[in-house]
């Protein structure tokens, strides 16, 4: 091996080696954003029902999503920053700073955010998956302090936006305007915590012992029952069967307590990777209520 090839090669090494560190804090970076991102999302489906299921309009001349409440006469009405389009033809993602057809008053907080990340990702598109696409749009909203962040499919392409300032209409009114922020309190009580995961704990074992045929489905429905009736101070929890369980404490992390202003409500918050995709998921609690009946709902 010649000098001029050992140089060469120990460029490459380097340079190799910096992307790749590039990559792992990038996806550092992910995990930590999205976590916070999904909930600063479960706060909206609290406090005005955000929802894949919501009819949706995007008017990108007057710069706003609007969302229709179903069943309601709410509507809402979002600022969006657009990080980008997926099309799904040939699987590549392109900035929306660098899309003709998106306003630039809406991507205006793309490129310094581009300008932050790995070498591979500077180029105006580039090949992706959905599931990339979902992290760097948390990324992006966690750093600008976006309300939330939202995916929605238009024909054969994705586009992926952060929500800005909220408002929220009530019978033709403005009812509430919700600034760009973080609008949950996070506190410490593992109390709390444990008492939920003892509860999925109970409903795990009825699933496992239903999926081995040791009890029969109607077995299986009534000790549900029963475990709800346990720990739901006000409803009751839901009674399905499924296996893998989706409560079972090692598809969960990022188990928190927060409590939002609206009504000084306490919720017990966690993840739950579901396979094709992580989602956030709460039960509403009576922080005052003693032993294991604390659940008046669940998001």
């Not at 999302?41 to 706003?64: A, K, R």
């Not at 955010?113 to 790995?118: D, H, K, N």
């Not at 990702?121 to 976006?146: C, P, V």
């Not at 760009?180 to 003892?198: Q, R, W």
Request: glycine letters at 4%; hydrophobic letters at 40%.
């Amino acid at each position: 091996m010649t000098m001029t090839t050992k140089i060469a090669l120990c460029i490459s090494l380097l340079l190799f080696s910096s992307l790749s560190n590039a990559q792992a804090q990038l996806e550092a970076s992910f995990d930590s954003a999205s976590a916070e991102m999904r909930v600063r999302n479960l706060y909206h489906s609290i406090v005005w029902h955000m929802s894949p299921l919501n009819e949706y309009l995007f008017d990108q001349v007057d710069g706003y999503v609007q969302y229709l409440i179903s069943d309601t006469d709410t509507y809402v009405k979002a600022v969006p920053k657009i990080l980008g389009t997926f099309n799904l033809d040939d699987n590549t993602f392109l900035w929306a700073d660098k899309n003709p057809s998106i306003r630039s008053t809406l991507s205006d907080q793309v490129a310094l955010f581009r300008a932050r990340l790995p070498q591979q990702y500077l180029q105006d598109k580039f090949e992706s998956t959905t599931d990339f696409n979902k992290n760097l749009l948390a990324l992006f909203s966690h750093t600008i302090n976006a309300n939330g962040f939202d995916i929605q499919r238009q024909n054969n392409t994705i586009i992926y936006y952060a929500l800005m300032q909220i408002d929220i209409y009530e019978n033709g009114k403005k009812t509430k305007s919700i600034e760009p922020a973080c609008h949950v309190t996070f506190i410490e009580n593992d109390t709390v915590i444990k008492t939920i995961k003892a509860y999925h704990q109970e409903k795990v074992e009825i699933n496992r012992q239903h999926h081995l045929e040791e009890i029969s489905t109607d077995e299986a429905f009534k000790r549900m029952k029963d475990v709800n009736a346990k720990y739901w101070l006000l409803g009751e929890g839901s009674s399905s069967l499924s296996w893998p369980c989706d409560l079972d404490e090692k598809f969960t992390t990022h188990w928190q307590v927060f409590k939002i202003a609206e009504g000084n409500r306490y919720f017990v918050t966690y993840s739950a990777d579901l396979r094709f995709s992580i989602e956030q998921y709460a039960y509403e609690i009576d922080i005052n209520a003693g032993g294991k009946k604390i659940i008046v709902g669940e998001y």
